[in-house]
């Protein structure tokens, strides 16, 4: 069984920077792909970032040009880099890896770190 752990959130002022983690343990995985979503207060989770194992990404509208989604594969870890922070970057994150396992996909969730960014 694969489990994620999160970690880096926090309180940041309008215009700061955070820098989230996440890595992915487990036994006889390999990961496909990992990415950030977030949920605010009242509204649908939904994409931040996400890359592949192969190092392609892709970023939600709303968040390109301020954050940075990195992977270190031997590691099975993924680091999410946010600059210019705003106040509705306010919201929980949440890391997701999508992996095989015996032939089969599967997905998993961390249980989320909050981020809230004063104005």
């Known amino acids: 069984q694969v489990q994620v752990v999160e970690s880096g959130g926090g309180l940041v002022q309008a215009g700061g920077s955070l820098s989230l983690s996440c890595a992915a343990s487990g036994s006889r995985f390999s990961i496909n792909a990992m990415g950030w979503y977030r949920q605010a207060p009242g509204k649908q989770r939904a994409l931040v970032a996400l890359i592949t194992s192969g190092g392609s990404t892709d970023y939600a509208v709303f968040v390109k040009g301020r954050f940075t989604i990195s992977g270190d594969n031997a590691k099975n870890t993924v680091y999410l880099q946010m600059n210019s922070l705003k106040p509705e970057d306010t919201a929980v994150y949440y890391c997701?890896?999508?992996?095989?396992?015996?032939?089969?996909?599967?997905?998993?969730w961390g249980q989320g770190t909050p981020v809230t960014v004063s104005s």
């Open positions: 997701k890896a999508e992996y095989y396992s015996g032939g089969n996909s599967y997905y998993v």
